[in-house]
């Protein structure tokens, strides 16, 4: 049974520091990998798409990188700031099924100015 | 949240009242999924659309039922409320070629 975990679960750190958020997968065999960011109280927004063949994925200061072999993806964020501020999840599908996401709980992140 | 569009926003029942949460999808696509947000538990689905006229349950199905006559609407029902379905619902469709999933904005409901 495929089961995924983020570390931290809470995160706080000053403006500007280049952070890493990590998420684990048990079960290799995954169609893709998908990072969402989530406001208090709203919905969320899809920030990076790995596929399975894929290794990695940017967009602006956020990067995305996927290992299989080992279970994990990390979401690195350059110079952040407090508008980074909000929930990160991260989400998989499995192979051959990619009807169906597996959550994370997610990494509150506190960007303080 | 472009899209994918959620009503309504918020609603507040009593147990026992019934209602339907509706989904519309501007984008033409096949997958549509209805998931639950709770504390401590993550998201979960509760029914999914590959196509228009099919469902499948997810994890979570029991109490509600869910209509797909339309390719653009996929309904959300609740027949008889109850207070373990307090929660936010979330729909998504899902879209190929790297693009993956998107999420409405969410239906906040509370069931006293």
């Known amino acids: 049974k495929q089961e995924v975990t983020q570390i931290p679960a809470a995160l706080s750190v000053p403006e500007g520091e280049n952070l890493v958020l990590n998420c684990s997968f048990t079960?290799?065999?995954?169609?893709?990998l998908q990072w969402f960011r989530q406001d208090p109280g709203k919905g969320l927004t899809s920030l990076l798409l790995?596929?399975?063949s894929q290794r990695e994925q940017t967009s602006g200061r956020l990067n995305a990188s996927l290992d299989k072999s080992s279970g994990r993806s990390t979401l690195y964020i350059a110079a952040s700031q407090p508008g980074d501020s909000a929930t990160y999840l991260c989400?998989?599908?499995?192979?051959?099924?990619?009807?169906?996401?597996?959550w994370g709980l997610g990494t509150s992140l506190a960007v303080n100015p | 949240n472009a899209g994918v569009t959620q009503t309504p926003k918020f609603q507040v029942l009593k147990t026992g009242q019934s209602m339907t949460l509706q989904c519309a999808q501007d984008m033409n696509h096949n997958s549509m999924y209805w998931y639950r947000q709770d504390p401590g538990m993550g998201l979960r689905l509760i029914y999914y659309?590959?196509?228009?006229?099919?469902?499948d349950k997810g994890e979570v199905p029991n109490g509600y039922n869910v209509s797909r006559l339309k390719k653009q609407n996929f309904l959300l029902g609740l027949e008889s409320a109850a207070p373990s379905q307090t929660s936010v619902y979330f729909c998504?469709?899902?879209?190929?070629?790297?693009?993956?999933?998107?999420f409405g904005s969410g239906t906040r409901l509370t069931v006293v």
């Open positions: 989400a998989v599908s499995r192979a051959g099924n990619n009807r169906k996401l597996i």
């Open positions: 079960d290799s065999a995954i169609y893709n």
């Open positions: 790995i596929q399975s």
């Open positions: 659309s590959a196509s228009e006229g099919t469902t």
């Open positions: 998504a469709i899902f879209r190929d070629r790297g693009i993956g999933y998107t």
